[in-house]
Structure formats: C-alpha cells, structure tokens
C-alpha cells in the first residue's frame, strides 16, 4: 500500500529536502506540495493524502489553523524546529497526530510517516515525557471533558494501552485482539471523551482520565 504525502512549509529547500527523502521511500508517493497553510488545506481537501507533514510557521494560515481545518479529512504531522513551544500545544488541541523535530534523520522522518499513516500518534522520541507534562500543567482545559465512566471496559483497557505510548500493533497484542478491533475501539473512545487524537487520548489518561 503506498502511502500518499503533502508536504507544508513555506521555504522551498526543506521542502524540496523532505520530497528527496520521501521519494527515497518504495512505499511514499508526494502528491503535492503547498508554500502556505492555505494551499495545504485547499490541496488536501482536494488530493485527499493520508499524511501532511505540516511545518508551523507558514504565511497566511499557520499550521497549526491548517491542522485544525483538516481535521478528520486526513492525518498531519507537525514539523518543528523548536523542542516544545507554544506552537506545538496548539497543534495538539487542533487533532495533529503527532509532530517530528526538523532535525530528526531521514529514517526517522520516513518512519513516522508509516506511524502517523497506520493511525498511529506519534512524538519525538527525545521529549515525549517533557512534552506531556508541559502539556497537562500548562494547557488550560477549554471545557470539561466526559468521564471515562462512559466507557466500556474494553475501552476503558484500550486507553491505558495508549497512556502508555502503545501502537495499535502492540494494544492488540497486549488485549488479545485483531488490529482493526483496535483501531475500532480507538476511534469509538476518542469519540466518546470528544478527542480528536490519540495524542489527545494519551494525554487525558495522563491528566487522570
């Protein structure tokens, strides 16, 4: 299966960096590429990708406002050159499934396309911990979230397997279940406790979901 790619930043060489990368892949095809938040929305709404990798800082619409607008059109995986910053908590919120330092190796960059690409979340490996912290001391909650009373006990099961940073791969080996019952039951939690993500997911199960 190959997985299709837009790639967002509005500095031509990286962008033309991540292609090259990406074009060395068998299984990645880019299917376009945008200079602006704008573009990228207008391009994925109508080249319907599985994965944007999105930069943050882009003229007319920001990343993070582009990622909100794709939301449950297609995955985005936030590209940033800052460890943890205010951008990076805002692409949280707006249903980003992930986001990758711009400094990260080429192999690393192709294979959190496959992870984010296979509907799994993903964080820089280097400050997953510091980041989630920040997140739940720091982020201000806009609006109550459902209790984790409205899930089932399988559910319930699922959502500590994604505290834990657990792909869909390992939560079916750990629960005994095909993957795509996994991914069922992911997508009926986030839908329940009204997340978009399961980075959402894992860091309301930090916060003591």
């Known amino acids: 299966m190959t997985i299709r790619v837009l790639v967002a930043d509005d500095h031509a060489a990286v962008r033309a960096g991540i292609v090259l990368i990406l074009d060395g892949a068998d299984d990645i095809e880019v299917v376009g590429e945008a200079a602006d938040g704008e573009q990228a929305v207008a391009m ?14 882009m003229p007319r619409l920001d990343g993070i406002s582009a990622a909100s607008e794709l939301s449950g059109v297609c995955d985005v995986l936030i590209l940033t050159t800052f460890d943890v ?12 499934a992930g986001f990758l330092l711009k ?82 039951h992911v997508s009926r939690l986030l839908n329940k406790l009204g997340l978009k993500s399961r980075v959402q997911a894992a860091i309301y199960y930090s916060e003591g979901g």
């Open 103 to 184: 400094n990260a190796d080429a192999d690393a960059l192709v294979d959190a396309v496959r992870v984010v690409a296979r509907g799994d979340g993903l964080i820089s490996p280097g400050v997953t911990r510091r980041l989630i912290t920040a997140f739940a001391e720091q982020a201000p909650r806009r609006e109550p979230r459902p209790g984790p009373e409205s899930l089932t006990p399988r559910e319930r099961e699922v959502l500590a397997c994604i505290g834990r940073g657990m792909s869909n791969a390992e939560i079916a080996r750990e629960l005994d279940m095909a993957e795509a019952t996994t991914k069922t």
């Open 44 to 57: 994925a709404r109508q080249a319907r990708p599985d994965v944007v990798l999105m930069d943050v800082r």
């Open 85 to 96: 910053d205010e951008y990076v908590f805002g692409a949280l919120r707006a249903g980003a």
